[in-house]
């Protein structure tokens, strides 16, 4: 019993250095993502030549992160999460200097290869809130998550703010134009590399695993696996996920078109990139700066109820960008609550997976909620680019809004108890 009650004891210790390492390198790795986010689109419309191509941009940086989502999972459950993110820190490495010479050679699918490589780096990032729960309890579970998640505040929302001083540096130092920031991005994912490797020690899913068999041979206590409520976690958290990343990848395009509409001569290019990155920053703000607040409500009010708090978040967020797009406060607001209907809805659904699967399926389940929720996200923002086209900003959020009503249609599905004492597991 004493082995048990130091067991726990060290076992806390080991979560507070986890979830420490884990914050501090979810800000270096958001600043490339933030990055990514804002200069993407305007890269590939810029190289390319044609808008309907710039959300290819988005739909590369998903596509990479679905990609690599269940290889990393599977690979944190055989040797550890230090060893999956350190990988997809040096996937995230080789794809900035690759969309860097992509950029200077003004290679189209170069550049999407690039980004590809970037978003496999972000899989990596994703799972980091998954990893701040292995050795969670379960009252903290939404907490833990949540604070790994506002980490992600400082990196994605400098990344955006490096445009005009990466601008700078890039020109001194003789990078293409639009990549400056990137400079920045290389050293960022550099020092979280370092970082895993060396602080994420011992590693927190092999501690879980095993803390997981002693306490089934010691209690005989086993936790009841409910694939239906997982399966709907897996829906909520890719359904709001296509939503955000949709909308957002068009809106540096759409605002584009309303600078140059709006000034009697053309804007320069510093205007547009302060315009969208102020935009995207306030975005992805509104993405990780709450997070803290909706993980808190997940753990007290319930999983199901803070889903469903985002779903409201969501609608009203595509409200703004139907009926105020011809205004840069209105599409400032929408991107704003888009951040948080997509905050509190993931934050919520990753712990209500997390909880209704049983041990041995979560890193499975967690890895193909990843790619799931990417695959969508990577098609909505190939389709949205279509939409835009087409039918403007105001189609992109009517079209958008279906899968709110869906994910809100559907929620009696994640209302399944637990039954004590019983488990069924299901992948």
Known sequence: MSDVALSAAQILRIQRRTVLTLSIGQVLGGIAFGATVSLGALLAADISGDDALSGLATASVTLGAALCAIP?????????????????????????????????????????????????????????????????????????????????????????????????????????????SYAFSFVAQCAALALYLIALRPDPLLTAQKLAVAT?????????????????????IAGSHVVMASVMAMTPVHLAHMAHG?????????????????????????????????????????????????????????????????????????????????SAATVAG???????????????????????MS????????????????FQYAGLGIAASVLVVAIVALSPLGAQRTRAGSRTPAP
């Open 216 to 236: 089934a041979a010691t209690t005989g206590r086993v936790i009841e696996d409910r694939p239906v409520v997982a399966r709907y976690a897996v829906f909520a």
């Open 262 to 342: 709006a000034h009697g001569m053309a804007p320069t290019p510093a205007d547009v990139s302060a315009l969208v990155g102020i935009t995207i920053a306030l975005h992805v703000g509104g993405m990780y700066a709450l997070s803290p607040l909706f993980g808190i409500l997940a753990d007290r009010w319930g999983r199901l109820r803070v889903v469903l708090l985002g779903q409201a978040l969501l609608g009203g967020a595509l409200a703004f960008a139907v009926f105020v797009n011809d205004q840069e406060w209105g599409v400032m607001v929408a991107l704003i609550l888009l951040g948080l209907g997509w």
């Open 350 to 372: 990753a712990a209500l997976l997390t909880e209704a699967s049983a041990p041995e399926l979560r890193t499975r389940r967690q890895g193909r909620s990843d790619s799931l």
């Open 375 to 390: 695959l969508c996200a990577a098609a909505g923002a190939v389709l949205a680019g279509v939409v835009l086209s087409n």
């Open 72 to 180: 990393l999972a599977r690979l944190a459950a055989r040797v550890g999460r230090r060893r999956a993110l350190t990988l997809g820190n040096l996937f995230a490495l080789i794809g900035i200097a690759v969309v860097i010479t992509a950029a200077s050679l003004r290679i189209f699918p170069l550049l999407l290869v690039g980004i590809v490589m970037i978003g496999a780096g972000n899989a990596g990032n994703l799972q980091s809130r998954f990893a701040a729960t292995d050795l969670a309890s379960p009252q903290h579970r939404g907490r833990d998550l949540s604070i790994v998640v506002w980490a992600t505040t400082i990196g994605g929302v400098t990344g955006p703010l490096l445009l005009g001083p990466g601008e700078v540096v890039g020109e001194m130092i003789g990078m293409p134009p639009q990549t400056g």
